[in-house]
């Protein structure tokens, strides 16, 4: 019992070399570069390529890897029919767990390996990867259209991948300034150790279920409010509390009650998440680039962080990833609950690392449990039941 500890909070589950955070320090480096450096020069697709080969990668094969991205960008009609047939008002990370989970069936021979020999298979771990990083971004962009009963916007290979997800989702040429914050909130979001939903397709990957299965099942545990799910709910809360000048009585309010300041906290930081600072500096980039007019919505985050901290601080939590990224995504015209969808686009790539991390030295995860339930009950025959 004693070695039991909830939330595996410490616990080491896995040896990995794709990331790296210390807590105390406020640092996150992808293979050994810091975060600060790759949002600055590097771009999603090359980011991806970083986690997924462990190694800067040259103009000919970040060309290669880029051009495949853009050629399995398309998916079959049939996708968009099933979508179709879903509830518009579903939400988006619903949908987006239903059509990566759809995938496998739309494209026989993507059911995963037979064995756990990755160096036989890295020609389909690679190719699986490449579709499914390459898709993701289509599958989120459609829906945006067809919950509104509209035919979705075709993807286009002239476009750097953020900039056709932005296309896709509006429709329209996409802004160069939004889209550069927009692919660097991509490799922000890309990788983060073994946070929830990368244990998630660790685990899946462990039982050497399909690729389409295991980025379902780290989606559908992204969704959640204590995860990825928290970027919606920092939104939300924003627009509740209204302005500034009632962002101290709410916290005070919410913290009573012992309720959650969204986008604050985290298991690993114990400073301001590094992505946050990154963020934040892109809020007010973008504010100077819309002519000066600081977002109320960005005014309100920044006073609620100021009490919240005050508050909070001698527990270590501070603003996280999800505090001010769907600041900027509002400020871009992207609905709130697509947030969450678009931090799964990006951490697919991540996922889709430690997949392949995981098999190329495999064992299936299997914890123990610590059984509180009673032992040795006599069964008694439906009938004679009082
Ligand atoms: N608002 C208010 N209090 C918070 C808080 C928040 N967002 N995050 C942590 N705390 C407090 C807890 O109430 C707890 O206080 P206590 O010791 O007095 O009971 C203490 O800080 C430790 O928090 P705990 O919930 O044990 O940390 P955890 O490591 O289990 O959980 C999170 C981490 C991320 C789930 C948690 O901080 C949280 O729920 N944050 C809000 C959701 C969010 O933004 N998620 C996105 C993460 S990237």
């Given at each position: 019992?004693?070695?039991?500890?909830?939330?595996?909070?410490?616990?080491?589950?896995?040896?990995s070399?794709i990331?790296?955070?210390?807590?105390e320090?406020?640092?996150?480096?992808?293979?050994?570069?810091?975060?600060?450096?790759?949002?600055?020069?590097?771009?999603?697709?090359?980011?991806?390529?970083?986690?997924?080969?462990?190694?800067?990668?040259?103009?000919?094969?970040?060309?290669?890897?880029?051009?495949?991205?853009?050629?399995?960008?398309?998916?079959?009609?049939?996708?968009?029919?099933?979508?179709?047939?879903?509830?518009?008002?579903g939400?988006?990370?619903?949908?987006?767990?239903?059509?990566?989970?759809?995938?496998?069936?739309?494209?026989?021979?993507?059911?995963?390996?037979?064995?756990?020999?990755?160096?036989?298979?890295?020609?389909?771990?690679?190719?699986?990867?490449?579709?499914?990083?390459?898709?993701?971004?289509?599958?989120?962009?459609?829906?945006?259209?067809?919950?509104?009963?509209y035919?979705?916007?075709?993807?286009?290979?002239?476009l750097?991948?953020?900039?056709?997800?932005?296309?896709?989702?509006?429709?329209?040429?996409?802004d160069?300034?939004?889209?550069?914050?927009?692919?660097?909130?991509?490799?922000?979001?890309?990788?983060?150790?073994?946070?929830?939903?990368?244990?998630?397709?660790?685990?899946?990957?462990?039982?050497?279920?399909?690729?389409?299965g295991?980025?379902?099942?780290?989606?559908?545990?992204?969704?959640?409010?204590?995860?990825?799910?928290?970027?919606?709910?920092?939104?939300?809360?924003?627009?509740?509390?209204?302005?500034?000048?009632?962002?101290?009585?709410w916290?005070?309010?919410?913290?009573?009650?012992?309720?959650?300041?969204?986008?604050?906290?985290?298991?690993?930081?114990?400073?301001?998440?590094?992505r946050?600072?990154?963020?934040?500096?892109?809020?007010?980039?973008?504010?100077?680039?819309k002519?000066?007019?600081?977002?109320?919505?960005?005014?309100?985050?920044?006073?609620?962080e100021?009490?919240?901290?005050?508050?909070?601080?001698?527990?270590?939590?501070?603003?996280n990833?999800?505090?001010?990224?769907?600041?900027?995504?509002?400020?871009?015209?992207?609905?709130?609950?697509?947030?969450?969808?678009?931090?799964?686009?990006?951490?697919?790539?991540?996922?889709?690392?430690?997949?392949?991390?995981?098999?190329?030295?495999?064992?299936?995860?299997?914890?123990?449990?610590?059984?509180?339930?009673?032992?040795?009950?006599?069964?008694?025959?439906?009938?004679?039941?009082?």
């Open positions: 019992m004693s070695d039991y500890l909830p939330g595996l909070e410490g616990v080491p589950a896995t040896k070399n990331s790296f955070i210390d807590g320090r406020g640092v996150l480096a992808y293979r050994g570069y810091p975060i600060e450096s790759l949002a600055e020069h590097s771009t999603f697709e090359e980011t991806a390529l970083l986690l997924l080969d462990g190694r800067l990668p040259t103009a000919q094969e970040l060309a290669q890897f880029d051009d495949q991205l853009r050629t399995n960008r398309r998916v079959k009609y049939n996708i968009r029919e099933m979508m179709k047939s879903l509830p518009p008002d939400h988006p990370m619903e949908m987006l767990q239903t059509a990566v989970a759809s995938l496998g069936m739309f494209y026989p021979g993507t059911e995963g390996l037979t064995g756990s020999d990755v160096g036989r298979n890295l020609d389909y771990v690679h190719s699986m990867t490449v579709k499914i990083i390459a898709r993701m971004a289509t599958l989120v962009a459609m829906w945006e259209h067809i919950r509104n009963g035919d979705p916007v075709p993807s286009r290979t002239d750097t991948y953020a900039e056709n997800f932005l296309y896709m989702m509006s429709g329209k040429e996409p160069p300034f939004h889209a550069s914050i927009m692919d660097t909130c991509l490799v922000l979001h890309a990788e983060h150790t073994i946070n929830a939903s990368t244990f998630a397709a660790l685990v899946a990957g462990s039982t050497l279920a399909a690729p389409n295991v980025i379902a099942s780290a989606i559908g545990t992204l969704s959640g409010p204590l995860h990825g799910g928290a970027n919606q709910r920092v939104v939300e809360m924003l627009q509740e509390i209204g302005a500034p000048e009632h962002a101290k009585a916290v005070d309010k919410q913290l009573a009650v012992k309720a959650k300041i969204w986008g604050m906290g985290h298991r690993e930081y114990k400073v301001k998440d590094p946050a600072v990154i963020l934040q500096k892109l809020v007010e980039k973008l504010a100077v680039y002519g000066g007019n600081v977002s109320p919505l960005f005014e309100t985050a920044l006073k609620v100021e009490v919240a901290t005050e508050r909070l601080a001698s527990k270590g939590v501070y603003p990833v999800d505090f001010y990224s769907g600041v900027l995504y509002a400020e871009m015209g992207i609905p709130a609950d697509q947030f969450t969808s678009i931090f799964a686009i990006s951490r697919c790539a991540g996922w889709l690392a430690h997949w392949r991390e995981q098999l190329a030295d495999n064992r299936i995860f299997r914890p123990t449990q610590v059984y509180t339930g009673e032992k040795d009950r006599e069964y008694v025959l439906l009938g004679a039941r009082g």
